[in-house]
């Protein structure tokens, strides 16, 4: 029985992941890399730092978790020193995550990330909280995706590319086509599900301080399996699928539509890091009672 995984020639011990943005600075990464992931994503990063949004920015409900963080972050030029540290002590792989409102700021970001030789790096196409120079998000759009992948392509050298999507779109397995077309090595989705809001209704007012935030949670893991069931259809590329996954059955339905990884974010946040081994175990387990000798064979078979 074998739970390791392939992704760009290199065998990561499971198949889950952290997800970009359930942890905001680079070396409390760390944690996650410790408690079982196979590998972490970190928080994207953008040319300038950014102070992020109003808070609050992150606020529960029911199902889930609502954020407009707004990509706080340090910028590259910190960023980078913060980075290089963290890969020289990090044991899994590492994939970096970069933010840009133009095509100029996504290939300074590529080029520079990619002298770092990281695992991966993800284009994070699809922020909810904040509106590329497209006028909306880019990867809305099929010409917009294909254009950002297609001008950072050879910025990043022999480091592979993710495009992460958004699920807001009615085809998204077009979007992702468009970003096989333009030389992307692997699709993450989904990301958040926006706009939402929630309304504290005491104070008569929005919660988040931005008022309009993704949402995340165990609430849009249909959502999540439907959209991976629909790329899966579309590429060829490996996917790294996310959206709501709390349990070893919510990785082996993710990995049934197609998902070759499976990220585990917003359950970390409200259950803490002890979910990898736990869903590690009910993996194991799983595979044990359907004699399922290599975990590679879950993927896709729902189809
Ligand atoms: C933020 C970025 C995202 O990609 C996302 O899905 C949600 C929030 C942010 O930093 O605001």
């Known amino acids: 029985m074998d739970i390791s995984v392939k992704l760009f020639g290199k065998k990561l011990t499971n198949p889950l992941f952290l997800p970009s ?26 040319t300038e730092p950014r102070e992020g949004n109003p808070i609050p920015r992150v606020a529960k409900y029911e199902y889930g978790i609502l954020n407009s963080v707004g990509l706080k972050n340090p910028g590259l030029k910190e960023g980078k020193k913060q980075i290089r540290e963290f890969l020289k002590k990090t044991k899994i792989p590492v994939i970096v995550s970069v933010f840009a409102v133009s095509v100029k700021e996504f290939k ?64 998204i397995g077009e979007i992702a086509k468009a970003c096989e077309q333009a030389g992307v090595d692997a699709i993450a989705a989904i990301n958040t599900v926006a706009p939402s809001m929630v309304i504290d209704i005491y104070k008569r007012r929005p919660i988040l301080g931005a008022k309009k935030g993704g949402l995340s949670g165990p609430g849009i893991r249909p959502v999540a399996i439907a959209k991976i069931y629909e790329i899966y259809e579309s590429v060829k590329i490996p996917i790294l699928g996310m959206g709501g996954v709390e349990k ?53 078979i729902a189809h």
Not at 30 to 41: F, H, L, M, P, T
Not at 252 to 265: H, K, P, R, S
């Open 21 to 46: 943005g359930i942890v905001n600075d680079v070396p409390s990464h760390k944690i996650a890399a410790e408690s079982g992931a196979g590998c972490v994503v970190l928080k994207s990063i953008t």
């Open 108 to 171: 300074k970001l590529v080029s520079e990330i990619a002298e770092l030789k990281p695992f991966a790096i993800e284009l994070n196409l699809s922020c909810p909280n904040v509106e590329s120079e497209f006028g909306q998000m880019i990867s809305n759009k099929s010409k917009s995706s294909y254009e950002i992948v297609k001008s950072v392509k050879k910025e990043a050298r022999k480091v592979p590319l993710i495009a992460k999507l958004t699920p807001n779109v009615d085809q």
């Open 248 to 300: 070893w059955q919510d990785a082996v339905e993710m990995m049934m539509a197609g998902a070759t990884l499976v990220g585990v974010g917003s359950a970390v946040y409200l259950r803490g890091y002890k979910i990898y081994k736990e869903i590690i175990n009910g993996l194991e387990e799983f595979m044990k009672k359907e004699k399922i000798k290599n975990i590679k064979n879950l993927v896709g």
